[in-house]
């Protein structure tokens, strides 16, 4: 029982070094998807807005990208690296921070942007492998930042239209919400459980090769050890069969004699071979 609790606190350390890695590189992915994206949008609001708003909006869009850029370079330091999931959250609020920004400064809750709060939840999702509980707070978040941003604007959600467009947007919101800490949930579950087989797989892997070569090592040294035990018994064997055909070729001995050291040629031969 103390072996299997053991053994299970060591693949959860594993897995949160190995998470610790991948989270970190995958935020350095959701910055480069942020600062990218972010001024590209200005090509909507050229469609849509006027030409003084599409400065405001562009000079909103540069600086949110300006953020994600040191948010980046933070990453890259050993304070990011010990805390990716943090800077993980700070970089999903900068978007968004910056969208209900825009929504406030033009139709409030009947504003276009809401979308842009969605591709924030789908970057969440997809890109950052939050936890469930990383990705409730990132979503409530998300959707506390567009109502406030919806509630303050001069003409804020009394009228029909903006009612009914808030309580549309709030839902698709919400509901995106939902789906992102649904598959967040079981996602991480995955990691971890493909995580752990994949960590045990590799340790059985590399016991077996210890073993393979702890086999190979003893083989090698009986080797070894008949080798020089072979040589230790041949030697002697050797100087006792030549004295012995010399007695025989030099020798007129007589037949009894002569038969024991037949005898004791011929076994002392097999001896040789055996060895």
């Known amino acids: 029982m ?20 991948v989270i970190v590189d995958n935020v350095k992915v959701g910055c480069v998807i942020g600062a990218v994206l972010m001024p590209v949008g200005v090509v909507l609001d050229y469609c849509v807005y006027q030409k003084s708003e599409v400065f405001l909006f562009l000079g909103l869009r540069l600086l949110c990208s300006l953020l994600i850029g040191v948010l980046w370079a933070i990453v890259l330091t050993p304070l990011g690296h010990q805390h990716p999931r943090k800077l993980g959250v700070t970089l999903a609020m900068l978007p968004t921070f910056f ?54 604007h001069p003409g804020g959600i009394s009228g029909h239209e903006a009612r009914r467009m808030f309580e549309n947007n709030l839902y698709f919101l919400v509901l995106t919400g939902i789906i992102v800490m649904t598959g967040s949930f079981f996602h991480s579950k ?11 797989l590799d340790r059985n892997r590399k016991a077996l090769e210890e073993s393979n070569q702890k086999l190979l090592e003893m083989d090698q ?17 050797t100087l006792l069969l030549a004295p ?13 004699t002569k038969d024991l050291l037949v005898t004791m040629h011929s076994n002392g031969m ?4 055996l060895i």
């Open 2 to 21: 103390a072996e299997a609790f053991i053994s299970s606190d060591e693949i959860r350390q594993a897995f949160a070094e190995y998470d610790r890695r």
């Open 99 to 152: 969208i209900s920004v825009m929504v406030y400064l033009r139709e409030g809750a009947v504003s276009p942007y809401y979308a842009g709060l969605n591709l924030v939840l789908l970057v969440i999702g997809f890109v950052l492998y939050w936890t469930f509980i990383e990705s409730l707070v990132a979503v409530s978040l998300v959707i506390l930042m567009y109502v406030g941003a919806c509630l303050i």
């Open 190 to 200: 995955y990691r971890f459980r493909e995580f752990s087989l994949r960590y045990e």
């Open 221 to 237: 040294i009986k080797g070894r050890f008949f080798a020089n035990i072979s040589h230790e018994l041949r030697t002697p064997l």
């Open 244 to 256: 012995l055909e010399s007695l025989l070729r030099r020798f007129n001995l007589d037949p009894d």
């Open 270 to 273: 097999r001896l040789l071979k």
